[in-house]
């Protein structure tokens, strides 16, 4: 919800599928979200500089689809408006080794719960080997590592090692601390209390308005009946 919301305002890029590791030759779809239609994707890779990422069609910038990618198209990948407003950013990497390593492709929050899987792009039976910040940080027959209630201190940089398969590329995962207040709640907390009492405010004084109305009637009418034709 928290997503869906930031994404209403200040635009978002989504990926899927979900990740930011890919093999090469594998397929991707980026795309804009947000309140303009004039999002378009744009991408900083080894080859292009603030380029606008390859589209479907020449009339929907706001999507970038990739059918095969290629260890060149490794990069940053963020959306920005006509007007210069930039989304979050995704670090794509694109690799002819024989693993990634899955995680999510957004920063986790303190708290949650986040499994980093190891693929291959063939079954192996090896133990998978987990490294963070180069240090071996656990060992896995399912090729899973999970970081139960995520901390600060478990940012880093993973890889995974299949011993007589290869490495992973290193990815970054970021950690963020507990979910801030978002639009909504502010809207909620903030600004309806005060919509409400001006409102109620505005109420009273046309109460007022009307009592007063209502009473200079009355005055009228008593003073009519008294006075002699």
Same mark, same amino acid.
């Given at each position: 919800?928290?997503?869906?919301?930031?994404?209403?305002?200040? $635009?978002? =890029?989504?990926?899927?599928?979900?990740?930011?590791?890919?093999?090469?030759? #594998?397929? /991707? &779809? +980026?795309? %804009?979200?947000?309140?303009?239609?004039?999002?378009?994707?744009?991408?900083?890779?080894?080859?292009?500089?603030?380029?606008?990422?390859?589209?479907?069609?020449?009339?929907?910038?706001?999507?970038?689809?990739?059918?095969?990618?290629?260890?060149?198209?490794?990069?940053?990948?963020?959306?920005?408006?006509?007007?210069?407003?930039?989304?979050?950013?995704?670090?794509?990497?694109?690799?002819? $080794?024989? =693993?990634?390593?899955?995680?999510?492709?957004?920063?986790?929050?303190?708290? #949650?719960? /986040? &499994? +980093?899987? %190891?693929?291959?792009?063939?079954?192996?039976?090896?133990?998978?080997?987990?490294?963070?910040?180069?240090?071996?940080?656990?060992?896995?027959?399912?090729?899973?590592?999970?970081?139960?209630?995520?901390?600060?201190?478990?940012?880093?940089?993973?890889?995974?090692?299949?011993?007589?398969?290869?490495?992973?590329?290193?990815?970054?995962?970021?950690?963020?601390?507990?979910?801030?207040?978002?639009?909504?709640?502010?809207?909620?907390?903030?600004?309806?209390?005060?919509?409400?009492?001006?409102?109620?405010?505005?109420?009273?004084?046309?109460?007022?308005?009307?009592?007063?109305?209502?009473?200079?009637?009355?005055?009228?009418?008593?003073?009519?009946?008294?006075?002699?034709?």
């Amino acid at each position: 919800m928290e997503i869906a919301v930031l994404c209403a305002i200040v $635009g978002c =890029l989504r990926v899927l599928p979900s990740r930011s590791q890919f093999f090469q030759y #594998e397929p /991707v &779809t +980026l795309s %804009c979200e947000g309140n303009s239609s004039e999002w378009r994707v744009r991408r900083n890779t080894s080859v292009k500089t603030n380029e606008i990422c390859p589209s479907p069609s020449q009339r929907k910038f706001s999507m970038c689809s990739l059918p095969e990618l290629y260890p060149v198209d490794s990069g940053v990948y963020w959306c920005e408006s006509a007007a210069g407003e930039r989304s979050n950013q995704v670090n794509i990497t694109v690799t002819e $080794g024989p =693993l990634i390593l899955e995680s999510p492709g957004h920063p986790v929050r303190e708290g #949650e719960h /986040v &499994t +980093l899987h %190891c693929r291959a792009l063939s079954f192996v039976y090896n133990l998978t080997h987990f490294y963070k910040n180069g240090v071996l940080a656990g060992t896995s027959s399912t090729g899973n590592f999970s970081i139960r209630r995520v901390s600060r201190s478990d940012e880093g940089l993973y890889k995974c090692n299949v011993s007589g398969v290869g490495e992973s590329p290193e990815i970054w995962l970021a950690v963020r601390g507990h979910s801030p207040q978002t639009p909504t709640a502010l809207l909620t907390h903030i600004l309806l209390p005060v919509v409400a009492g001006c409102l109620l405010l505005m109420l009273l004084m046309l109460l007022c308005l009307w009592r007063n109305h209502e009473g200079r009637v009355e005055s009228a009418v008593l003073y009519t009946n008294v006075t002699p034709n």
